[in-house]
Protein backbone atom coordinates (compact mmCIF):
# COMPACT_ATOMS: atom_id res chain seq x y z
CA UNK A 1 0.00 0.00 0.00
CA UNK A 2 1.23 3.44 -0.88
CA UNK A 3 0.60 7.32 0.25
CA UNK A 4 -2.80 8.23 -1.83
CA UNK A 5 -1.86 10.84 -4.41
CA UNK A 6 -3.64 14.00 -3.28
CA UNK A 7 -1.58 13.55 0.20
CA UNK A 8 1.72 12.87 -1.85
CA UNK A 9 1.25 16.23 -3.80
CA UNK A 10 0.56 17.83 -1.04
CA UNK A 11 3.32 17.22 1.25
CA UNK A 12 5.91 18.28 -1.78
CA UNK A 13 3.62 21.09 -3.26
CA UNK A 14 4.95 24.90 -2.46
CA UNK A 15 1.95 26.43 -2.26
CA UNK A 16 1.18 23.90 -0.05
CA UNK A 17 3.31 24.91 2.54
CA UNK A 18 2.24 29.03 2.69
CA UNK A 19 -0.80 27.56 4.09
CA UNK A 20 0.77 25.58 7.08
CA UNK A 21 -2.62 24.03 7.83
CA UNK A 22 -3.07 22.11 4.83
CA UNK A 23 0.43 20.55 5.19
CA UNK A 24 0.24 19.79 9.24
CA UNK A 25 -3.08 18.44 8.43
CA UNK A 26 -2.15 16.16 5.48
CA UNK A 27 0.90 15.21 7.65
CA UNK A 28 -1.32 14.11 10.38
CA UNK A 29 -3.49 11.89 8.57
CA UNK A 30 -0.10 9.56 7.40
CA UNK A 31 1.12 9.96 10.93
CA UNK A 32 -2.06 8.07 11.86
CA UNK A 33 -2.64 5.76 8.85
CA UNK A 34 0.98 5.11 7.03
CA UNK A 35 3.35 6.80 9.48
CA UNK A 36 5.93 5.37 6.89
CA UNK A 37 4.95 4.22 3.80
CA UNK A 38 6.05 5.11 0.27
CA UNK A 39 4.94 7.96 -2.27
CA UNK A 40 4.53 6.76 -6.01
CA UNK A 41 4.25 9.83 -8.22
CA UNK A 42 4.55 9.41 -12.03
CA UNK A 43 7.09 12.28 -12.57
CA UNK A 44 9.23 11.57 -9.38
CA UNK A 45 11.68 8.42 -8.15
CA UNK A 46 9.47 6.60 -5.44
CA UNK A 47 10.29 7.95 -1.61
CA UNK A 48 9.57 6.91 1.53
CA UNK A 49 7.39 9.48 3.70
CA UNK A 50 9.03 9.48 6.77
CA UNK A 51 6.10 11.24 9.23
CA UNK A 52 7.52 10.06 13.06
CA UNK A 53 10.16 11.97 15.20
CA UNK A 54 11.62 8.28 16.51
CA UNK A 55 11.69 7.30 12.54
CA UNK A 56 13.46 10.13 11.51
CA UNK A 57 16.22 10.30 14.38
CA UNK A 58 16.77 6.71 14.14
CA UNK A 59 17.76 7.49 9.88
CA UNK A 60 19.50 10.68 11.45
CA UNK A 61 21.19 8.53 14.04
CA UNK A 62 22.68 6.20 11.39
CA UNK A 63 24.23 8.39 8.89
CA UNK A 64 26.46 5.24 7.42
CA UNK A 65 23.42 3.93 6.18
CA UNK A 66 21.82 6.83 5.01
CA UNK A 67 23.54 9.55 2.49
CA UNK A 68 22.55 12.21 2.17
CA UNK A 69 24.55 13.33 -0.71
CA UNK A 70 24.07 9.76 -3.54
CA UNK A 71 20.80 11.76 -4.11
CA UNK A 72 19.02 14.78 -4.65
CA UNK A 73 19.19 16.05 -0.63
CA UNK A 74 15.75 18.23 -1.50
CA UNK A 75 12.87 16.43 -2.91
CA UNK A 76 13.13 17.03 -6.97
CA UNK A 77 11.54 15.11 -9.87
CA UNK A 78 13.20 12.90 -12.07
CA UNK A 79 13.65 15.38 -14.96
CA UNK A 80 14.89 18.24 -12.75
CA UNK A 81 17.78 15.69 -11.12
CA UNK A 82 18.78 14.41 -14.60
CA UNK A 83 19.55 18.33 -15.47
CA UNK A 84 21.23 19.24 -12.49
CA UNK A 85 23.73 16.29 -13.18
CA UNK A 86 23.84 17.91 -16.70
CA UNK A 87 25.07 21.19 -14.93
CA UNK A 88 27.28 19.90 -12.26
CA UNK A 89 29.54 17.13 -13.94
CA UNK A 90 27.16 14.07 -12.59
CA UNK A 91 26.75 15.72 -8.71
CA UNK A 92 23.11 15.46 -8.13
CA UNK A 93 22.98 18.61 -5.93
CA UNK A 94 23.97 21.84 -7.19
CA UNK A 95 25.16 22.99 -4.62
CA UNK A 96 27.96 20.56 -2.37
CA UNK A 97 27.85 21.97 0.76
CA UNK A 98 27.68 20.37 4.38
CA UNK A 99 24.07 19.22 3.72
CA UNK A 100 25.03 17.02 0.46
CA UNK A 101 28.24 15.22 1.71
CA UNK A 102 28.73 12.16 3.63
CA UNK A 103 31.42 10.24 5.49
CA UNK A 104 35.14 11.46 5.85
CA UNK A 105 34.64 14.44 3.56
CA UNK A 106 31.52 16.12 5.89
CA UNK A 107 33.86 15.01 9.07
CA UNK A 108 36.70 16.96 7.86
CA UNK A 109 34.61 20.03 6.27
CA UNK A 110 32.22 20.40 9.60
CA UNK A 111 35.53 20.03 11.47
CA UNK A 112 36.96 23.85 10.16
CA UNK A 113 33.89 25.73 11.33
CA UNK A 114 32.92 23.64 14.52
CA UNK A 115 35.27 25.10 17.05
CA UNK A 116 34.42 28.29 16.28
CA UNK A 117 30.80 27.86 17.24
CA UNK A 118 30.29 25.82 19.92
CA UNK A 119 28.52 27.54 23.05
CA UNK A 120 31.95 28.26 24.73
CA UNK A 121 33.01 29.73 21.38
CA UNK A 122 30.16 32.18 20.97
CA UNK A 123 30.40 33.54 24.34
CA UNK A 124 32.27 36.42 24.24
CA UNK A 125 30.03 37.78 21.25
CA UNK A 126 26.86 38.15 23.14
CA UNK A 127 27.58 41.70 23.71
CA UNK A 128 27.94 42.44 20.36
CA UNK A 129 25.22 40.69 19.45
CA UNK A 130 23.10 42.58 22.16
CA UNK A 131 23.67 45.52 20.42
CA UNK A 132 22.51 44.40 17.12
CA UNK A 133 19.11 43.33 18.77
CA UNK A 134 18.95 46.79 20.38
CA UNK A 135 19.72 48.63 17.02
CA UNK A 136 16.67 46.75 15.64
CA UNK A 137 14.35 46.75 18.00
CA UNK A 138 14.98 50.65 18.00
CA UNK A 139 14.58 50.26 14.70
CA UNK A 140 11.09 48.38 15.28
CA UNK A 141 9.40 50.91 17.40
CA UNK A 142 10.55 53.91 15.14
CA UNK A 143 7.39 52.57 13.11
CA UNK A 144 5.35 54.17 15.73
CA UNK A 145 2.65 51.43 16.44
CA UNK A 146 2.75 49.59 13.28
CA UNK A 147 5.34 47.48 11.34
CA UNK A 148 5.59 44.27 9.00
CA UNK A 149 7.50 42.29 11.70
CA UNK A 150 9.00 39.84 9.02
CA UNK A 151 10.33 42.57 6.49
CA UNK A 152 11.38 45.25 9.25
CA UNK A 153 12.84 42.95 11.64
CA UNK A 154 12.96 39.23 11.17
CA UNK A 155 14.65 39.22 8.13
CA UNK A 156 17.30 41.57 8.83
CA UNK A 157 18.14 41.44 12.54
CA UNK A 158 19.94 37.76 11.92
CA UNK A 159 21.43 38.94 8.45
CA UNK A 160 23.10 41.57 10.14
CA UNK A 161 24.37 38.83 12.74
CA UNK A 162 25.50 36.27 10.42
CA UNK A 163 26.98 38.63 8.30
CA UNK A 164 28.96 39.83 10.86
CA UNK A 165 30.58 36.84 12.06
CA UNK A 166 31.35 35.39 8.65
CA UNK A 167 33.15 38.75 7.62
CA UNK A 168 31.08 40.17 5.33
CA UNK A 169 30.43 44.23 5.18
CA UNK A 170 27.06 45.64 6.30
CA UNK A 171 26.89 47.19 2.94
CA UNK A 172 26.47 43.91 1.01
CA UNK A 173 23.73 42.99 3.38
CA UNK A 174 20.72 43.70 0.94
CA UNK A 175 22.90 41.36 -1.94
CA UNK A 176 23.10 38.55 0.41
CA UNK A 177 19.62 38.78 1.57
CA UNK A 178 18.48 38.96 -1.77
CA UNK A 179 20.20 35.76 -3.05
CA UNK A 180 19.45 33.95 -0.14
CA UNK A 181 15.57 34.56 -1.04
CA UNK A 182 16.34 34.03 -4.19
CA UNK A 183 17.85 30.78 -3.55
CA UNK A 184 15.30 29.03 -1.36
CA UNK A 185 12.05 30.77 -2.12
CA UNK A 186 12.28 29.93 -5.76
CA UNK A 187 8.42 28.84 -6.37
CA UNK A 188 7.08 32.16 -4.97
CA UNK A 189 7.00 34.69 -7.42
CA UNK A 190 7.02 37.63 -5.20
CA UNK A 191 10.83 36.53 -3.88
CA UNK A 192 12.66 34.49 -6.77
CA UNK A 193 14.86 36.15 -9.33
CA UNK A 194 12.47 36.28 -12.25
CA UNK A 195 9.24 37.87 -9.65
CA UNK A 196 6.92 35.50 -11.32
CA UNK A 197 5.68 32.24 -11.94
CA UNK A 198 8.04 30.01 -13.77
CA UNK A 199 8.47 26.46 -15.54
CA UNK A 200 10.12 23.70 -13.16
CA UNK A 201 12.91 24.33 -15.73
CA UNK A 202 13.02 27.73 -15.62
CA UNK A 203 13.04 27.54 -12.06
CA UNK A 204 16.38 25.25 -12.52
CA UNK A 205 17.93 27.68 -14.77
CA UNK A 206 17.10 30.57 -12.19
CA UNK A 207 18.73 28.30 -9.29
CA UNK A 208 21.73 28.09 -11.36
CA UNK A 209 22.24 31.71 -12.10
CA UNK A 210 21.94 32.80 -8.43
CA UNK A 211 23.98 30.32 -7.44
CA UNK A 212 26.71 31.52 -9.42
CA UNK A 213 26.22 34.95 -8.89
CA UNK A 214 27.06 33.91 -5.28
CA UNK A 215 30.19 32.17 -5.95
CA UNK A 216 31.43 35.66 -8.39
CA UNK A 217 31.12 37.17 -5.24
CA UNK A 218 32.57 34.55 -3.14
CA UNK A 219 35.57 34.14 -5.43
CA UNK A 220 36.69 37.97 -4.50
CA UNK A 221 36.11 37.01 -0.85
CA UNK A 222 38.81 34.12 -0.91
CA UNK A 223 41.05 36.65 -2.16
CA UNK A 224 40.63 38.80 -0.28
CA UNK A 225 41.23 36.66 3.15
CA UNK A 226 43.89 34.55 1.59
CA UNK A 227 45.52 37.76 1.32
CA UNK A 228 44.95 38.84 5.15
CA UNK A 229 43.15 36.10 7.10
CA UNK A 230 41.51 36.80 10.04
CA UNK A 231 39.43 35.59 12.61
CA UNK A 232 36.05 35.35 10.62
CA UNK A 233 34.14 32.78 9.33
CA UNK A 234 35.21 32.97 5.77
CA UNK A 235 38.44 33.95 6.20
CA UNK A 236 38.65 30.28 8.11
CA UNK A 237 36.93 28.90 5.38
CA UNK A 238 39.35 30.35 2.09
CA UNK A 239 42.70 29.13 4.70
CA UNK A 240 40.92 25.83 5.03
CA UNK A 241 43.20 22.72 4.05
CA UNK A 242 42.15 18.92 3.99
CA UNK A 243 45.07 16.54 3.77
CA UNK A 244 46.93 19.93 3.07
CA UNK A 245 45.00 21.03 0.55
CA UNK A 246 42.88 23.87 -0.04
CA UNK A 247 39.52 23.01 -0.06
CA UNK A 248 38.09 22.29 -3.84
CA UNK A 249 36.06 24.90 -5.69
CA UNK A 250 32.77 23.11 -5.04
CA UNK A 251 33.50 22.32 -1.66
CA UNK A 252 34.99 25.93 -0.65
CA UNK A 253 32.15 27.90 -2.92
CA UNK A 254 29.33 24.93 -0.64
CA UNK A 255 30.95 25.98 2.40
CA UNK A 256 30.84 30.27 1.48
CA UNK A 257 26.97 29.34 0.23
CA UNK A 258 25.02 27.13 2.99
CA UNK A 259 27.17 29.53 5.88
CA UNK A 260 25.75 32.87 4.01
CA UNK A 261 22.47 31.88 3.36
CA UNK A 262 21.35 29.61 5.68
CA UNK A 263 23.10 30.91 8.55
CA UNK A 264 20.32 33.69 8.49
CA UNK A 265 17.10 32.77 6.65
CA UNK A 266 16.34 30.00 8.70
CA UNK A 267 16.50 32.24 11.99
CA UNK A 268 14.39 34.94 10.06
CA UNK A 269 11.90 32.62 9.96
CA UNK A 270 11.89 31.08 13.38
CA UNK A 271 11.98 34.97 14.22
CA UNK A 272 8.90 36.01 12.46
CA UNK A 273 6.78 32.68 13.29
CA UNK A 274 7.42 33.11 16.90
CA UNK A 275 6.44 36.94 16.56
CA UNK A 276 2.97 35.83 14.58
CA UNK A 277 2.36 33.36 17.25
CA UNK A 278 2.74 36.55 19.90
CA UNK A 279 0.66 38.35 18.30
CA UNK A 280 -1.74 35.75 18.04
CA UNK A 281 -1.93 34.75 21.40
CA UNK A 282 -2.09 37.78 24.05
CA UNK A 283 -1.45 35.77 27.47
CA UNK A 284 2.71 34.67 25.79
CA UNK A 285 3.76 37.99 26.34
CA UNK A 286 2.29 38.40 29.67
CA UNK A 287 3.56 34.96 30.76
CA UNK A 288 7.08 35.37 29.06
CA UNK A 289 7.34 39.00 31.23
CA UNK A 290 6.21 37.58 34.11
CA UNK A 291 8.66 34.60 33.90
CA UNK A 292 11.83 36.00 32.16
CA UNK A 293 13.46 32.85 33.01
CA UNK A 294 11.29 30.78 30.41
CA UNK A 295 13.47 32.37 27.16
CA UNK A 296 14.94 29.68 26.60
CA UNK A 297 11.92 27.55 26.20
CA UNK A 298 10.22 30.29 24.33
CA UNK A 299 13.09 29.82 22.10
CA UNK A 300 13.01 26.02 21.45
CA UNK A 301 9.15 25.94 21.29
CA UNK A 302 9.25 28.58 18.01
CA UNK A 303 12.25 26.09 16.79
CA UNK A 304 9.90 23.43 17.26
CA UNK A 305 7.11 25.86 15.78
CA UNK A 306 8.36 27.22 12.83
CA UNK A 307 10.52 24.30 11.36
CA UNK A 308 12.13 26.37 8.96
CA UNK A 309 13.82 23.25 7.07
CA UNK A 310 10.74 21.48 6.06
CA UNK A 311 12.12 18.29 4.66
CA UNK A 312 15.86 16.57 3.48
CA UNK A 313 16.34 13.81 1.55
CA UNK A 314 18.09 10.49 2.41
CA UNK A 315 19.22 7.87 0.38
CA UNK A 316 19.72 4.32 1.81
CA UNK A 317 23.28 2.69 1.55
CA UNK A 318 22.13 -1.11 2.91
CA UNK A 319 19.09 -3.45 3.55
CA UNK A 320 17.90 -2.15 6.92
CA UNK A 321 14.64 -2.23 8.75
CA UNK A 322 13.07 1.48 10.28
CA UNK A 323 9.82 1.52 12.40
CA UNK A 324 8.80 -1.78 11.20
CA UNK A 325 9.40 -1.36 7.37
CA UNK A 326 11.61 -3.26 4.88
CA UNK A 327 14.11 -0.39 3.47
CA UNK A 328 16.45 -1.69 0.88
CA UNK A 329 19.78 0.22 -0.76
CA UNK A 330 18.80 2.66 -2.92
CA UNK A 331 15.61 3.68 -1.58
CA UNK A 332 15.10 7.58 -0.96
CA UNK A 333 13.17 8.99 1.98
CA UNK A 334 11.93 12.10 2.61
CA UNK A 335 12.34 12.96 6.22
CA UNK A 336 9.69 15.75 7.38
CA UNK A 337 10.61 17.80 10.27
CA UNK A 338 7.84 19.65 10.49
CA UNK A 339 5.67 15.91 10.58
CA UNK A 340 7.97 15.20 12.97
CA UNK A 341 7.56 18.35 14.99
CA UNK A 342 4.11 17.67 15.28
CA UNK A 343 4.05 13.72 16.12
CA UNK A 344 1.28 13.80 18.95
CA UNK A 345 3.20 10.61 20.64
CA UNK A 346 6.22 12.88 21.54
CA UNK A 347 4.21 16.42 22.15
CA UNK A 348 0.79 17.20 24.33
CA UNK A 349 -1.25 19.78 21.89
CA UNK A 350 1.42 19.62 18.89
CA UNK A 351 -0.85 22.44 17.27
CA UNK A 352 -0.41 25.46 19.71
CA UNK A 353 2.28 27.56 20.79
CA UNK A 354 3.41 26.65 24.47
CA UNK A 355 5.93 27.52 26.34
CA UNK A 356 5.27 25.98 29.56
CA UNK A 357 6.50 22.52 27.58
CA UNK A 358 8.98 20.53 30.05
CA UNK A 359 10.14 18.50 27.88
CA UNK A 360 11.14 20.04 24.06
CA UNK A 361 13.03 17.47 22.09
CA UNK A 362 12.48 19.41 18.56
CA UNK A 363 14.53 18.56 15.87
CA UNK A 364 14.35 21.55 13.28
CA UNK A 365 18.11 21.46 13.89
CA UNK A 366 17.87 17.47 12.50
CA UNK A 367 19.75 14.95 14.50
CA UNK A 368 22.97 13.42 14.53
CA UNK A 369 26.22 14.05 12.64
CA UNK A 370 24.40 16.27 9.89
CA UNK A 371 22.88 18.38 13.20
CA UNK A 372 23.27 22.24 12.32
CA UNK A 373 26.50 23.74 12.35
CA UNK A 374 25.32 27.16 13.81
CA UNK A 375 22.48 25.79 16.01
CA UNK A 376 24.43 27.38 19.55
CA UNK A 377 24.40 30.69 17.26
CA UNK A 378 20.89 30.59 16.39
CA UNK A 379 19.53 29.93 19.77
CA UNK A 380 21.69 32.87 21.33
CA UNK A 381 20.57 35.30 18.92
CA UNK A 382 16.93 34.85 19.27
CA UNK A 383 17.24 34.50 23.11
CA UNK A 384 19.27 38.03 22.85
CA UNK A 385 16.28 39.76 20.88
CA UNK A 386 13.46 38.75 22.93
CA UNK A 387 14.99 39.32 25.91
CA UNK A 388 15.47 42.91 25.24
CA UNK A 389 11.81 43.68 23.09
CA UNK A 390 10.28 41.92 26.04
CA UNK A 391 11.52 44.60 28.09
CA UNK A 392 10.37 47.67 25.95
CA UNK A 393 6.81 45.61 24.52
CA UNK A 394 3.69 46.25 26.14
CA UNK A 395 1.40 44.52 23.41
CA UNK A 396 1.28 43.55 20.62
CA UNK A 397 -1.99 42.08 18.07
CA UNK A 398 -2.02 40.89 14.08
CA UNK A 399 -2.70 44.19 11.90
CA UNK A 400 -4.24 42.04 8.90
CA UNK A 401 -3.30 38.54 7.52
CA UNK A 402 0.24 37.21 7.50
CA UNK A 403 1.78 35.57 4.66
CA UNK A 404 4.08 32.74 4.15
CA UNK A 405 6.77 32.12 1.76
CA UNK A 406 6.25 29.29 -1.25
CA UNK A 407 8.34 26.46 -1.11
CA UNK A 408 8.60 23.19 -0.03
CA UNK A 409 12.55 23.05 1.55
CA UNK A 410 13.45 26.31 3.78
CA UNK A 411 10.79 28.55 4.58
CA UNK A 412 8.26 30.58 7.09
CA UNK A 413 6.55 34.14 7.45
CA UNK A 414 7.46 36.62 4.60
CA UNK A 415 4.75 39.21 5.84
CA UNK A 416 3.96 39.37 10.04
CA UNK A 417 1.61 42.79 9.77
CA UNK A 418 1.51 43.74 13.55
CA UNK A 419 0.18 46.44 15.42
CA UNK A 420 1.97 46.99 19.28
CA UNK A 421 2.53 49.08 22.12
CA UNK A 422 5.66 49.80 24.24
CA UNK A 423 6.22 50.53 27.85
Given at each position: ???????????I????????????????????????????????????????????????????????????T???????????????????????????????????????????V?????K???????????????????????????????????????????????????????????????A???????????????????????????????????????????????????????????????????????????????????????????????????????????????????????V?????????????????????????????YQ?????????????????????????A????????????????E??????????????????????????????????????????
Open positions: MTISEELARTIDPKAYSEREIVDAAFAKIRAEQPLDKAELAEFEPFWVVSRHADIKEIERQANIFHNGDKSFITNIEGNERVKMLTGGEPNLIRSLVSVDGDEHKALRGIVFPHTPRAIPLEDAIRGIANEFVDHMLSFDGECDFAADVAFLYPLRVIMTVLGVPQEDEAFMLKLTQELFNNDPELNRARAELTPEEMLKSLWETTMELENYFKAVTERFRAEPSTAINSLIANAQINGEYLNHRQMMGYYIIAATAGHDTTSNTTAGAMWALAERPHLLKQMQDNPERINAFVEESIRWEPVKHFMRSAVADCEIGGQQIKAGDWLMLSSGNRDESVWADPFDFRMDREQNPQIFGYGVHVCLGQHLARMMRILWEELFKRLKSVEMNGKGERTISNFVCGPKHVPIRFAVN
